[in-house]
């Protein structure tokens, strides 16, 4: 029987695993496809800097737990503290870009082929007699 506790720590690795993969695809990627990727990665919802930050926060939660305990130096606690409220610092100023990253990545809209109605005019335009 596999021990039970192995699976987060294989599931840490294989996430650790997917960033570096992601990170190559972003080096490799078309400016389109980099703003789709990094785009995805800054969402404020669903976003992996969102959830790296709510992981560094949870951390930090057991940190505190175990300094209070004293089965850790305090100084763990704050660097966990300080690591949660600055990822969390750094995704706030990012939030305020991510629209116009993602915006790169939007394929331009396709040219209609309806030629285009000529706009009303409000000149009125008098015959000569």
């Known amino acids: ?36 990727i990094l785009g995805t990665v800054l969402d404020t919802k669903d976003g992996v800097l969102t959830r790296v930050t709510d992981l560094v926060g949870t951390g930090s939660r057991f940190a505190q737990n175990q300094a209070h305990r004293g089965m850790l130096p305090p ?16 995704g706030m100023d990012l939030d305020e870009h991510t629209d116009t990253i993602k915006q790169l990545g939007t394929p331009p809209a396709a040219a ?3 030629p285009p109605k000529p706009a009303a005019s409000a000149m009125v335009v008098r015959r000569s007699r």
């Open 75 to 90: 100084e763990v606690w704050l660097a966990m503290g300080r690591a949660a409220n600055e990822l969390h610092s750094v």
């Open 112 to 114: 209609s082929t309806m």
């Open 1 to 36: 029987m596999t021990d039970p506790s192995s699976y987060p720590i294989r599931l840490a690795k294989d996430i650790a695993n997917l960033l570096k993969t992601l990170d190559d695809h972003l080096y490799q990627a078309t400016p389109r496809q980099a703003a789709e």
